[in-house]
């Protein structure tokens, strides 16, 4: 029986998880959130699950700037715990002498603090583009940022896949049709398994 290879024109990551180890106090995130809403808008708002909140909830351009940088003050205090998954960028080589070229990011972290986690580690011009907390639109689990990375790619959602390593990343893959891959199944993956192009 002949097995049909999957096209693959694009991989699109997680960061925190997924590329790298990276968390932050989320009850510090939270609290920080209510207090900062409060303090502009004079009502506490409950931030849990933060972004989602702030998606549908905060709708003022300024206020959601204040709120996006206290998540960005607080995320930048961890960049030093971030070392790259070995596994990961092996895999991740191993696609491109296969021939991928396309590489990008949407995570629900700061774009800057993703730049300077992967700046130390000499891997930021792998991935382009990176997409999170100011350029999504919209959070995951929405898939519009991954639509929107496709897009920028002229390529089909099906003919990308997206790896992470939570239930919003495969929800949000799932949304967008896009081929989903935990992290710990997609560095067993073996890229002749693909039709890459």
Same mark, same amino acid.
């Given at each position: 029986?002949?097995?049909?290879?999957?096209?693959?024109?694009?991989?699109?990551?997680?960061?925190?998880?997924?590329?790298?180890?990276?968390?932050?106090?989320?009850?510090?995130?939270?609290?920080?959130?209510?207090?900062?809403?409060?303090?502009?808008? &004079?009502? /506490? *708002? $409950?931030f849990s699950p933060y972004l989602?909140?702030?998606?549908?909830?905060?709708?003022?351009? #300024?206020? %959601?700037?204040?709120?996006?940088?206290?998540?960005?003050?607080?995320?930048?205090?961890?960049?030093?715990?971030?070392?790259?998954?070995?596994?990961?960028?092996?895999?991740?080589?191993?696609?491109?002498?296969?021939?991928?070229?396309?590489?990008?990011?949407?995570?629900?972290?700061?774009?800057?603090?993703?730049?300077?986690?992967?700046?130390?580690?000499?891997?930021?011009?792998?991935?382009?583009?990176?997409? &999170?907390? /100011? *350029? $999504?639109?919209?959070?995951?689990?929405?898939?519009?940022?991954?639509?929107?990375?496709?897009? #920028?790619? %002229?390529?089909?959602?099906?003919?990308?896949?997206?790896?992470?390593?939570?239930?919003?990343?495969?929800?949000?893959?799932?949304?967008?049709?896009?081929?989903?891959?935990?992290?710990?199944?997609?560095?067993?993956?073996?890229?002749?398994?693909?039709?890459?192009?």
């Amino acid at each position: 029986m002949n097995h049909v290879k999957r096209v693959l024109k694009g991989i699109i990551f997680d960061f925190d998880g997924t590329l790298g180890p990276f968390s932050v106090d989320l009850v510090e995130v939270r609290q920080a959130l209510a207090k900062k809403h409060e303090e502009l808008v &004079g009502y /506490r *708002l $409950a931030f849990s699950p933060y972004l989602v909140t702030i998606d549908r909830h905060v709708h003022d351009p #300024q206020v %959601k700037d204040a709120l996006f940088e206290v998540i960005e003050k607080i995320e930048a205090r961890y960049i030093e715990q971030f070392k790259p998954f070995a596994e990961v960028f092996r895999k991740i080589q191993e696609f491109q002498r296969a021939g991928l070229t396309r590489f990008a990011i949407f995570a629900n972290n700061a774009e800057t603090v993703i730049h300077q986690c992967l700046e130390k580690h000499g891997t930021d011009d792998l991935f382009e583009p990176v997409i &999170g907390l /100011r *350029l $999504a639109t919209e959070h995951k689990p929405s898939p519009q940022a991954l639509y929107a990375i496709v897009d #920028q790619w %002229k390529i089909a959602p099906s003919e990308a896949m997206y790896v992470g390593d939570t239930t919003p990343d495969a929800h949000a893959a799932a949304r967008a049709i896009l081929q989903y891959f935990d992290v710990r199944d997609f560095i067993n993956l073996n890229p002749d398994e693909f039709k890459i192009s």
